[in-house]
């Protein structure tokens, strides 16, 4: 079956770079579905951060853009999330999902565990 | 931004008895060319990521045990639990898949009574 696993520091330090990777396996990852990042920050609710399928086609929330790069490696099955310039507000478990179809608007229905990310010095 | 208000914050409900969600959105998610509602819910619990129960307002996942329904159309929807079960303790989030930004609601917190 399908599964994701984000992967990449769990510690971040105010002003650097945030980068994850997100590793697919049992699917070989084509232009064929969207792949976003969703995060939470602790005791908190879901914030979408954006969607990928291919590398003409990567959608950002408005309130992230400016600091987020999402790219996709079908050749090692994975996808990416860099966030720059992080703050202690970037503080968040981060995950990694799939779309249900091949539209963009559709449910997220398969997750990553997710991975605790913080921003400290 | 189309924001997502969920109702209750929390509520606690006696094993066997109807939990009610409510979810507003601040605008229309129901597309007149398809007649579809682009609202999901999802189910997490501690530790884990989000599940997801219903897509299009009311079409359950596979899987999905049938206590679980959604209704509503346009800006109102409701997520019913019609006979909690003990295994059902989380937490609520309904998502717009309307267009982007992709937003959800700030969840509903299920517990027994």
């Known amino acids: 079956q399908v599964q994701l696993q984000e992967s990449g520091p769990g510690l971040v330090k105010p002003s650097e770079t945030l980068s994850l990777i997100c590793t697919v396996s049992g699917y070989s990852m084509s232009s064929t579905y969207y792949w976003g990042w969703i995060r939470q920050p602790p005791g908190k609710g879901l914030e979408w951060i954006g969607s990928?399928?291919?590398?003409?086609?990567?959608y950002y929330n408005p309130s992230l853009k400016s600091r987020v790069t999402i790219s996709v490696d079908t050749s090692k099955n994975q996808f990416s999330l860099e966030v720059r310039s992080v703050t202690a507000a970037d503080t968040a478990v981060y995950f990694c999902?799939?779309?249900?179809?091949?539209?963009?608007?559709?449910?997220?229905?398969?997750w990553g565990q997710g991975t605790m990310v913080t921003v400290s010095s | 931004d189309i924001v997502m208000t969920q109702s209750p914050d929390s509520l606690a409900v006696s094993l066997g008895e109807r939990a009610t969600i409510n979810c507003k959105s601040s605008q229309t998610i129901l597309f007149d060319s398809n007649n579809k509602n682009y609202l999901v819910w999802y189910q997490q619990k501690p530790g884990q990521p989000p599940k997801v129960l219903i897509n299009?307002?009311?079409t359950r996942e596979s899987g999905v045990p049938d206590r679980f329904s959604g209704s509503g159309s346009g800006t109102d929807f409701t997520l019913t639990i019609s006979s909690l079960q003990a295994e059902d303790v989380a937490i609520y989030y309904c998502?717009?898949?309307?267009?982007?930004?992709?937003?959800f609601g700030g969840g509903t917190r299920v517990e027994v009574k």
């Open positions: 299009w307002a009311s």
């Open positions: 990928i399928y291919d590398s003409e086609n990567v």
């Open positions: 999902a799939r779309d249900k179809s091949a539209s963009l608007y559709d449910a997220f229905d398969i």
């Open positions: 998502q717009q898949s309307y267009y982007t930004p992709f937003t």
